[in-house]
């Protein structure tokens, strides 16, 4: 349900920026997000860490975008929130032996912890890179074609690294057979 809110965030600040311009679209993304953390607030009484921290890097960022005229900031705010995804990877993985990526997944998948890491790591490393192409496409390129990148871009690219690391770790999967002998 998450994501399904995160991506409406996203159309929001597409269709804001397609038909009025960045400012307003960045201010749509501001309000659709401040909304969506009143709901969550409003139904659970409590906000996620995650879902916080990201609202007020939109708040920051967005704001500052508004405020001085400059769409450099909104276009950061897509590098500073993957470089966060890349470094809390990292460190819960290397320095604490925890895999983020096992405590989302583990309760479908039975992995070794060595795979597991190297799960994480490859994530981390495909956020860090997503940050550095960000920043390169925002200062190389044209406000249209980072906004479209941001919308169909970003969204393609992290939907074919999912795919690559499901058919990664698919061989390493329990087979049919195994599963059935556990049962008996």
């Avoid at 139904?43 to 400059?70: C, R, S």
């Avoid at 939907?159 to 049919?176: A, E, Q, R, S, W």
Wanted: aromatic share 20%.
């Amino acid at each position: 349900m998450q994501n399904m809110f995160d991506l409406f965030h996203l159309i929001v600040f597409f269709a804001v920026y397609k038909t009025v311009d960045i400012y307003a679209a960045t201010g749509a993304l501001i309000a659709s997000t401040a909304v969506h953390v009143g709901y969550e607030w409003f139904k659970t009484k409590q906000l996620p860490k995650k879902q916080f921290y990201l609202f007020l890097i939109v708040l920051v960022m967005g704001g500052m975008t508004i405020y001085f005229q400059d769409d450099a900031f909104i276009k950061w705010k897509v590098t500073v929130v993957n470089l966060i995804f890349a470094v809390g990877i990292f460190v819960s993985q290397a320095f604490f032996k925890v895999s983020p990526m096992q405590k989302m997944l583990g309760k479908e998948m039975k992995l070794t912890d060595q795979l597991w890491a190297k799960i994480s790591y490859a994530w981390a490393a495909f956020f860090a890179a997503i940050a550095a192409l960000n920043l390169y496409i925002a200062y190389n390129f044209s406000q249209d074609f980072w906004v479209n990148f941001k919308m169909f871009g970003l969204m393609g690219l992290t939907f074919v690294f999912g795919i690559l690391t499901v058919l990664y770790i698919y061989p390493h999967l329990p087979k049919d057979e195994e599963k059935q002998e556990e049962k008996s």
